[in-house]
């Protein structure tokens, strides 16, 4: 069977995936990471940086032997998906994406860090505090922090830049819910048109959050086109 590498969004860990995963190993060689800092990773005194997570990724290949990755990652596993792309063509094969944030600017950081403050996870939505505090055991709030500090880097320093777009080759579906108020359909189609081997697939009544797409939509969805 084709391997398939999942990779998890900010915030999350690669049991993100464990919904979907039975109904795709029965077509693929699943594989899963936690990026540094994540989930059971362990501790890290590095900042987050796409490229470092790419750097995991790399590493995890070469362990499993792995010379050419089909990836789908997942907002920001997508992102460090399409960097690795970019960066070392040669490693990928195809890319599926779901509710990436593909154009980082000022103002989407400010957006997306107005949340990420752990004093404030903990009083306004408690219920996320302890899910994070499941995902990242005894340091979530350092995940949480960090993964601000990487935005607001995003934000002055895309990792992927507007005219690097034409330059992925490689067969690439973007998925993307029609209510996503993160990724935003309106950029990703921008980006779309850039990349001259992508799709498009619009999730009907899908907003951001991993837990409300439909699993049985979107893993038809990947199966079809890593398979064909």
Same mark, same amino acid.
């Given at each position: 069977?084709?391997?398939?590498?999942l990779?998890?969004? =900010?915030?999350?860990c690669?049991?993100?995936?464990?919904? #979907? *995963?039975? %109904?795709?190993a029965? @077509?693929?060689?699943i594989?899963?990471?936690?990026?540094?800092?994540?989930?059971?990773s362990?501790?890290? *005194?590095?900042?987050?940086?796409?490229?470092?997570? =790419?750097?995991?990724?790399?590493? @995890?290949?070469?362990?499993?032997?792995?010379?050419?990755?089909?990836i789908?990652? @997942?907002?920001?596993?997508?992102?460090? =998906?399409?960097?690795? =792309?970019?960066?070392?063509?040669?490693r990928?094969?195809?890319?599926? +994406?779901?509710?990436?944030i593909?154009?980082?600017?000022? *103002?989407?950081? $400010?957006?997306?860090?107005?949340?990420?403050?752990?004093?404030?996870? /903990?009083? $306004?939505?408690?219920?996320f505090?302890?899910?994070?505090?499941?995902?990242?055991?005894?340091?979530?709030?350092?995940?949480?922090r960090? +993964?601000?500090?990487?935005l /607001?880097?995003?934000?002055?320093?895309?990792? #992927?830049?507007?005219?690097d777009w034409? /330059?992925?080759?490689?067969?690439?579906?973007l998925?993307?819910?029609?209510?996503?108020?993160? %990724?935003?359909? /309106?950029?990703?189609? *921008?980006? @779309?048109?850039?990349?001259?081997?992508?799709?498009?697939?619009?999730?009907? $009544?899908?907003?951001?959050?991993?837990?409300?797409?439909?699993?049985?939509?979107? +893993?038809?969805?990947?199966?079809?086109?890593?398979?064909?």
């Amino acid at each position: 069977m084709p391997h398939l590498l999942l990779l998890h969004g =900010a915030l999350g860990c690669k049991e993100q995936f464990s919904e #979907i *995963e039975p %109904a795709l190993a029965e @077509y693929f060689e699943i594989h899963k990471l936690d990026f540094e800092g994540h989930g059971q990773s362990g501790k890290t *005194e590095s900042p987050f940086r796409i490229s470092y997570f =790419a750097e995991n990724v790399l590493g @995890y290949l070469d362990e499993h032997a792995i010379d050419k990755a089909n990836i789908f990652g @997942y907002s920001m596993g997508g992102y460090v =998906a399409l960097y690795i =792309a970019l960066t070392h063509p040669d490693r990928i094969n195809k890319i599926g +994406t779901l509710g990436t944030i593909l154009q980082w600017d000022k *103002e989407v950081v $400010k957006r997306e860090c107005r949340y990420l403050y752990p004093k404030k996870i /903990e009083e $306004k939505v408690p219920r996320f505090a302890d899910i994070l505090n499941q995902r990242h055991p005894d340091r979530w709030k350092r995940v949480v922090r960090r +993964t601000k500090e990487m935005l /607001e880097h995003l934000g002055m320093n895309p990792s #992927i830049s507007s005219k690097d777009w034409k /330059e992925i080759e490689h067969t690439v579906r973007l998925h993307i819910g029609d209510k996503d108020n993160t %990724a935003d359909i /309106e950029k990703t189609v *921008e980006v @779309y048109k850039k990349m001259p081997n992508s799709q498009l697939m619009v999730l009907p $009544k899908t907003k951001h959050p991993f837990e409300a797409v439909n699993q049985k939509v979107l +893993t038809t969805s990947i199966i079809d086109f890593f398979i064909k």
